[in-house]
C-alpha cells in the first residue's frame, strides 16, 4: 500500500502508467472469466449433442459433427457481456463465422491425418500417431485461430503481440496433441462396440483444455474490459 507522500512523489507519467496497468488486468481478467463460462457452455451443450446422436461415430463427422456447429456457443457469454464495448460487431464476426471455419479446418486436417496414418492391425505407434492427428489440428486451429485476429483488427500485429501469438499456437498445439491421445488412451472411444459415453469423455478431452487455453491467449491479446476508456 503506498502512503501518502509516496503518491505526490509520483509523477503524472507513473501514475498514469499505473492506471493503466490496473486498467489491462481488469480487462483480461474480464474477458478470461467469460470465455471459460462459454467454454463450460460449449462443453455442457457438445455432451448432451453426443448423447443425443443415434449412431456415435456420425459425431466424427469431419465438417458438420457437433463438436464444430456448436462452436460459437465458446464466444456468446463474453459477446453480451462486452456488446457495449467498441470493435462488438468485429468480435461477433470472430465467434460467429471465423472461429467456426478455423475449427472446421483443423478438424478436417486432423480427421484426414488419421485417415491416412490408421491401420487395420494393432500398432504399437498408435500413441505417436494420435498425438500426431492431435498436433495437426491443434497447429491448424489455434494458428487460424490467433492470427486472424489481426485483418479483423481485433489485435494490432506489434512484437509483443507477435511473441504472444506464438507462443499461443505453441501451447494450442501441445494442448490438442495431448487431449487427443491421452483421451483416446483414457476412454478407448474407438473400440467396439462404440459407445457415445466413451465419445463425450474423448471429446471433452480434447476440447475443454484446448479451449481454455484459447481464452486466456485471446483474453491477453483482447483485453476488452467492462468499460471503455479513452
Request: net charge positive.
Amino acid at each position: 500500500m503506498q502512503t501518502a507522500p509516496m503518491r505526490r512523489g509520483l509523477t503524472r507519467t507513473d501514475r498514469l502508467a499505473a492506471r493503466q496497468a490496473r486498467r489491462r488486468h481488469v480487462r483480461f481478467r474480464h474477458a478470461f472469466i467469460w470465455l471459460l463460462v462459454g467454454a463450460v457452455v460449449y462443453g455442457v451443450a457438445l455432451a448432451f449433442a453426443i448423447l443425443l446422436y443415434p449412431d456415435p461415430k456420425d459425431v466424427l463427422a469431419p465438417v458438420i459433427g457437433p463438436s464444430l456447429y456448436l462452436t460459437p456457443l465458446f464466444g456468446l457469454p463474453y459477446l453480451f457481456a462486452s456488446v457495449r464495448q467498441r470493435g462488438w460487431v468485429q468480435r461477433v464476426v470472430y465467434f460467429a463465422a471465423v472461429l467456426p471455419l478455423a475449427h472446421v479446418v483443423a478438424n478436417y486436417l486432423a480427421w484426414r491425418h488419421a485417415l491416412l496414418s490408421f491401420s487395420l492391425e494393432p500398432d504399437p505407434q498408435a500413441y505417436l500417431r494420435d498425438l500426431g492427428t492431435g498436433a495437426v489440428g491443434g497447429f491448424a486451429g489455434g494458428a487460424l485461430a490467433l492470427v486472424l485476429l489481426v485483418p479483423l483488427r481485433l489485435v494490432p500485429l506489434g512484437a509483443a503481440n507477435r511473441t504472444i501469438i506464438a507462443l499461443g499456437i505453441v501451447a494450442l498445439t501441445a494442448l490438442a496433441a495431448l487431449g487427443m491421445a491421452q483421451g483416446l488412451m483414457f476412454t478407448n472411444a474407438l473400440d467396439y462396440p462404440l459407445r457415445s459415453a466413451r465419445f463425450v469423455f474423448w471429446f471433452e478431452c480434447i476440447h475443454l483444455p484446448w479451449q481454455a487455453c484459447l481464452a486466456f491467449f485471446l483474453a491477453w491479446l483482447m483485453r476488452v474490459g467492462r468499460r471503455d476508456v479513452g
